[in-house]
C-alpha cells in the first residue's frame, strides 16, 4: 500500500534509489531483552507500558527523549518508512517484539513549539506542495518542520501547508486534512527514560559495577589469609578491573591490587 507522490520540483533531481537504514542503531535488542521489559511493565501495572513495553507515551515537547513511534489512535498501527522514501502504516504491531526498524524515528527540535522527524533512513520527513508525505531530504528546510498539537495523550501533527498528518483506514498517509479529524489523532511514544529515571546503559553499568566487586570480594574470601576475621578489599575503584575482564587479565588484577 505505498503512497503514490508526485515530488515537487525541488525533489525530482534527488536520488529515486532504495534507500538503507543508517547503522544498527535503529535495531532492535535481544528478544531477551524484550521479553524481560516486557515483564517489568506487566508488573507495573500500567497499561501504556505494558502493551509497548519500553515505549511510553509522550504528553508535550519537555518529554521527548530517545528514539520515537507515531501510532495511529484509529487502528493502533505504527508509521512506517519504506526505502522509496514513501510512507504508509505498518502491519499490527506485535506487542512484546516491538516497533519494526523503520517505524522508529528521532525527533530534532527546532523551537520550542516545532520539530523535524528524522527515519532510520537517515532522511527527513517532508510535506509536498501537494499534501503528500516523503522522506528523502538530507537537510532541514521549511517542509521539514512539523508543529505538535498535544491533547490527552494525543499528538496531531501539523505541516508548513497548514494541512495535518493523516492515515486512513487503508494504511495510506497524507498530509491533507485541514481540521484534525480521527485518522489525525496519533500517540507519540519514547523509548528514553523518563524524566528522573535512568537510562538503561546507566542501570547496566551499575549492575556490571556490582558483579565486578561480587566478584572481587568471593576471590579475596577463597585466598587471603586473615587472623582478626575482618575481610581486606582494595578501596581502588573498579575501573582498571573492568578494563582486565574485557582483555582476560582479571585474575591478573586481582592479584595486582
Not at 546503559?201 to 579475596?220: L, M, P, T
Amino acid at each position: 500500500r505505498a503512497v503514490g507522490f508526485e515530488m515537487d520540483d525541488a525533489y525530482k533531481k534527488a536520488k529515486t534509489g532504495k534507500l538503507n537504514i543508517k547503522g544498527q542503531s535503529v535495531g532492535k535488542p535481544s528478544k531477551r531483552r524484550r521479553k524481560r521489559k516486557h515483564k517489568e511493565a506487566l508488573a507495573s501495572g500500567d497499561p501504556e507500558s505494558t502493551r509497548h513495553g519500553v515505549w511510553w507515551v509522550v504528553n508535550g515537547m519537555e518529554d521527548i527523549r530517545g528514539r520515537v513511534i507515531l501510532e495511529s489512535v484509529l487502528n493502533k498501527r505504527y508509521l512506517y518508512a519504506m526505502d522509496t522514501g514513501g510512507f504508509r502504516m505498518g502491519d499490527q504491531p506485535n506487542e512484546i517484539e516491538g516497533p519494526e526498524p523503520p517505524e522508529i524515528f528521532t525527533i530534532v527540535k527546532a523551537t520550542e513549539a516545532q520539530f523535524s522527524i528524522k527515519s532510520a533512513y537517515d532522511k527527513y520527513l517532508t510535506v509536498t506542495s501537494a499534501g503528500e508525505l516523503i522522506g528523502r531530504a538530507e537537510a532541514i528546510g521549511t517542509r521539514e518542520m512539523w508543529e505538535p498539537i498535544f491533547q490527552d495523550g494525543m499528538i496531531a501533527l501539523q505541516g508548513v501547508n497548514k494541512r495535518y498528518l493523516t492515515a486512513d483506514e487503508n494504511g495510506d498517509v497524507s498530509v491533507a486534512s485541514p481540521t484534525v479529524v480521527s485518522g489525525s489523532k496519533f500517540r507519540l511514544l519514547c523509548s528514553g527514560p523518563r524524566q528522573g529515571e535512568k537510562s538503561e546503559k546507566q542501570v547496566e553499568d551499575e549492575e556490571a559495577e556490582d558483579d565486578i566487586r561480587d566478584f572481587e570480594v568471593n576471590y579475596v574470601k577463597k585466598f587471603q589469609s586473615y587472623q582478626d576475621r575482618r575481610l581486606r578489599v582494595a578501596d581502588e575503584d573498579n575501573k582498571t578491573l573492568k578494563q582486565a575482564k574485557t582483555t582476560g587479565r582479571l585474575h591478573e588484577a586481582l592479584l595486582d591490587r
